[in-house]
């Protein structure tokens, strides 16, 4: 495990003043003891490094792309300071002009080993329905993930770590936790927020372990931070305090309810708010306009 200081991010202005001092860095991580200087190692992509790691901070610094190599030195500096083995660089430009930013999606997507058929054969407690609802699940997010760079996300926050035997009893068992994600969400918002303070941040969650990532960047770096999230009143009881903590978090800006604008993002041809239970559903084909319209179900509770 390399303990790595991430994101640390250039940023192309105008400005020039001593850099150790003017990087921003906000601690995410436990503090570790200082590293010799000229021993951090640097990365420009996270492809790059060669095992898994801890986020422990995140730095930033704003000035001319001329000044890049005084500034990578500034952050080897600042990273030994901080106990890092590591610094992965990434250069981002203040261009004007779009109307929506940079969007990730971050998410982890199993692989599976060649052998992974054979586990209930092999170990105790794996039966093949479990390798079954497994096979489904990643399919059902890979082809989530896939919709989401079609749509113009990146996808350099999706991980795709080997399944493990302990991992999929955990998962079974609804005990796993994963935290690369989360911790991920807390470098990538934080950075979103020093680097585009007075752009507009929007977390699309469901998980209330996303919290302590908002913490860090709102509303120290930026009060433009909000969630787009499911509505406690219309979820199930077991879901319903996961959805009450994001709920009850006091944003600046309000939560926004995807329940509230479901007809507009659901995917379908045709698009239609049933008239009984107000379920919004797509069909292949439009309903005549003489018509209401009624959802299956409650079309097949009709008399």
């Not at 407690?125 to 989530?144: K, S, T, W, Y």
């Not at 209401?292 to 097949?300: E, K």
């Given at each position: 495990?390399?303990?790595?200081?991430?994101?640390?991010?250039?940023?192309?202005?105008?400005?020039?003043?001593?850099?150790?001092?003017?990087?921003?860095?906000?601690?995410?991580?436990t503090p570790l003891p200082k590293k010799p200087y000229g021993n951090v190692k640097l990365y420009q992509s996270k492809e790059e490094v060669p095992?898994?790691?801890?986020?422990?901070?995140?730095?930033?610094?704003?000035?001319?792309?001329?000044?890049?190599?005084?500034?990578?030195?500034?952050?080897?500096?600042?990273?030994?300071?901080?106990?890092?083995?590591?610094?992965?660089?990434?250069?981002?430009?203040?261009?004007?002009?779009?109307?929506?930013?940079?969007?990730?999606?971050?998410?982890?997507?199993?692989?599976?080993?060649?052998?992974?058929?054979?586990?209930?054969?092999?170990?105790?407690?794996?039966?093949?329905?479990?390798?079954?609802?497994?096979?489904?699940?990643?399919?059902?997010?890979?082809?989530?993930?896939?919709?989401?760079?079609?749509?113009?996300?990146?996808?350099?926050?999706?991980?795709?770590?080997?399944?493990?035997?302990?991992?999929?009893?955990?998962?079974?068992?609804?005990?796993?936790?994963?935290?690369?994600?989360?911790?991920?969400?807390?470098?990538?918002?934080v950075r979103s927020a020093i680097t585009h303070g007075d752009d507009y941040h929007c977390v699309v969650t469901g998980d209330a372990d996303i919290?302590?990532?908002?913490?860090?960047?709102?509303?120290?770096?930026?009060?433009?931070?909000?969630?787009?999230?499911?509505?406690?009143?219309?979820?199930?009881?077991?879901?319903?305090?996961?959805?009450?903590?994001?709920?009850?978090?006091?944003?600046?800006?309000?939560?926004?309810?995807?329940?509230?604008?479901?007809?507009?993002?659901?995917?379908?041809?045709?698009?239609?708010?049933?008239?009984?239970?107000?379920?919004?559903?797509?069909?292949?084909?439009?309903?005549?306009?003489?018509?209401?319209p009624c959802c299956a179900p409650c079309h097949g509770k009709r008399t």
């Amino acid at each position: 495990m390399i303990p790595l200081l991430v994101i640390t991010s250039l940023l192309h202005g105008c400005e020039s003043t001593p850099h150790y001092n003017r990087t921003k860095v906000v601690n995410v991580g436990t503090p570790l003891p200082k590293k010799p200087y000229g021993n951090v190692k640097l990365y420009q992509s996270k492809e790059e490094v060669p095992s898994s790691y801890d986020v422990i901070a995140i730095m930033s610094v704003e000035g001319k792309a001329g000044e890049e190599a005084q500034f990578i030195k500034a952050f080897l500096y600042r990273a030994a300071d901080l106990g890092a083995d590591a610094v992965i660089f990434y250069r981002v430009s203040l261009a004007a002009g779009t109307e929506l930013g940079q969007r990730y999606i971050s998410t982890s997507i199993f692989t599976l080993p060649s052998d992974f058929d054979s586990w209930p054969d092999r170990y105790d407690g794996v039966l093949p329905q479990h390798i079954e609802q497994m096979r489904r699940n990643l399919h059902a997010r890979d082809r989530f993930v896939k919709w989401a760079i079609d749509a113009g996300y990146s996808d350099a926050a999706v991980y795709r770590p080997m399944i493990k035997r302990w991992i999929l009893h955990k998962l079974l068992d609804k005990a796993y936790q994963e935290k690369q994600v989360d911790t991920t969400v807390v470098a990538l918002l934080v950075r979103s927020a020093i680097t585009h303070g007075d752009d507009y941040h929007c977390v699309v969650t469901g998980d209330a372990d996303i919290l302590p990532a908002i913490r860090v960047a709102y509303p120290e770096y930026s009060k433009n931070v909000f969630v787009a999230t499911t509505h406690p009143d219309e979820l199930a009881a077991e879901h319903r305090q996961t959805s009450f903590s994001i709920a009850r978090f006091q944003f600046r800006i309000p939560p926004v309810y995807l329940q509230d604008h479901v007809a507009k993002i659901i995917q379908g041809e045709y698009v239609y708010e049933c008239t009984h239970c107000h379920r919004v559903f797509a069909r292949a084909r439009p309903i005549p306009k003489s018509a209401r319209p009624c959802c299956a179900p409650c079309h097949g509770k009709r008399t």
